[in-house]
């Protein structure tokens, strides 16, 4: 393969780098914004579970005080008055009304507290999808920069520092420039032991 081939390969692959991360870009701001709407949807179901529960507790009350005022009037018919136990019923009847309203108020809120958990929720995943699509077009930039290289060594634009091996000086054939004698006319191999506790070695110690 040639010089001009293969750059014109790598160029092509930095184009295909850059562009793959544009639409992992745009794609990541796209699915933000389609969080950001489905959040402000549940904010709305949260919205309308407050106003549901809240008007079914005016409904109960409302039903509540009419069903006492029966009572309290088939009291007063019946010739009962109203008093002791009477009272005492009533006082129960009203209670368990103001209870039922309660709880159904208190349902809807439940109801909306989870939409806005998950109004959140999918927010934070838009935010999410959004950084990875800006982290994946910054490490498309980054590897479109290395293929741009390549092609750049490739097709000689810049020459590569690897290419030929420093020349290395010739080692000396003598011993003697590397271990220098220890003792005047005596040739020296590599020092052992006793040539650093006598100052004197010979051939015949490396020989077995």
């Not at 590897?143 to 390549?150: D, H, P, R």
């Not at 271990?179 to 590599?190: D, E, M, R, V």
Request: proline letters at 5%; aromatic letters at 8%.
């Amino acid at each position: 393969m040639s010089g001009q081939t293969l750059a014109l390969m790598l160029i092509s692959k930095a184009a295909e780098s850059v562009m793959s991360g544009m639409a992992a870009n745009a794609a990541g701001k796209a699915n933000q914004i389609v969080a950001q709407q489905n959040a402000a949807v549940m904010r709305r179901q949260a919205e309308n579970a407050r106003a549901k529960a809240a008007f079914d507790a005016n409904i109960q009350r409302k039903q509540s005080r009419q069903a006492l005022a029966r009572g309290k009037v088939g009291f007063l018919k019946g010739g009962v008055a109203l008093t002791g136990s009477p009272v005492e019923v009533l006082g129960e009847a009203a209670a368990d009304f103001e209870f039922q309203a309660t709880t159904t108020q208190y349902g809807g809120e439940l109801d909306a507290r989870t939409f806005e958990d998950q109004a959140r929720m999918t927010e934070y995943g838009g935010r999410v999808a959004a950084w990875r699509g800006k982290s994946q077009q910054r490490q498309s930039y980054v590897s479109a920069g290395v293929s741009l290289l390549g092609a750049a060594g490739a097709s000689g634009y810049i020459k590569n520092p690897f290419a030929s091996s420093p020349v290395l000086p010739s080692r000396a054939v003598s011993p003697n420039s590397y271990y220098p004698s220890l003792a005047k006319g005596i040739s020296q191999y590599p020092p052992s032991m006793t040539t650093f506790a006598t100052g004197y070695a010979t051939p015949l110690q490396y020989i077995p």
